[in-house]
T-cell receptor, first 110, second 112 residues
């Protein structure tokens, strides 16, 4: 079945450093979503990317969809302690089911 | 109704007992999902409803698990004869046809 891999699995950064997580699929995707889950919390939607090569920004977060629509990245500029959590990509399988990646756990050291 | 609501938030049960969880989705959402999440892992798909119809059930779901959405609104997930391996966070999510999934805060199940 559909699988998505994320790297790295863990990332520790000093506050103010940048952070990037990557999501890779073996198949071409129709779209990709990114979610953030704070420790002890539930996944919260961040963004959806649909077009090949699409780049979207939310303040310090930059999301990119690969030209071949098989990979995506999330980049955070100048991390803050509020960025702590696990970041998941999710893809739809068929027309309805969301398949989540393995996640990247981010720790920010003050 | 400002979000997806799940009850109970926590459940501790003895092995072999049955448990039932409830999910109230966002009212205008016709799609409802159940996921299971264990520590350090991503949400794992269990089952999906569109309105009252259960359209897919994961192969991971044994016959001890059953889910219903009788009137296309709230949903229940029942686990019969619980096992220690069932201990996890059970997440419910809802969505409209083309949008993102909104998750509830989950029910944390501990089987002792």
């Amino acid at each position: 079945g559909q699988q998505v891999m994320q790297i790295p699995q863990y990332q520790h950064v000093q506050e103010g450093e940048d952070f990037t997580t990557y999501c890779n699929s073996s198949t071409t995707l129709s779209n990709i979503q990114w979610y953030k889950q704070r420790p002890g919390g539930h996944p919260v939607f961040l963004i959806q990317l649909v077009k090949s090569g699409e780049v979207k920004k939310q303040k310090r977060l930059t999301f990119q969809f690969g030209e071949a629509k098989k990979n995506s990245s999330l980049h955070i500029t100048a991390t803050q302690t509020t960025d702590v959590g696990t970041y998941f990509c999710a893809v739809t399988s068929g027309t309805y089911k969301y398949i989540f990646g393995t996640g990247t756990r981010l720790k920010v050291l003050a | 109704d400002t979000g997806v609501s799940q009850n109970p938030r926590h459940k501790i049960t003895k092995r072999g007992q049955n448990v039932t969880f409830r999910c109230d989705p966002i009212s205008e959402h016709n799609r409802l999902y159940w996921y299971r999440q264990t520590l350090g892992q991503g949400p794992e798909f269990l089952t999906y409803f569109q309105n009252e119809a259960q359209l897919e059930k994961s192969r991971l779901l044994s016959d001890r698990f059953s889910a219903e959405r009788p009137k296309g609104s709230f949903s229940t997930l029942e686990i019969q004869r619980t096992e220690q391996g069932d201990s996890a966070m059970y997440l419910c999510a809802s969505s409209s046809m083309t949008a993102e999934a909104f998750f509830g805060q989950g029910t944390r199940l501990t089987v002792v």
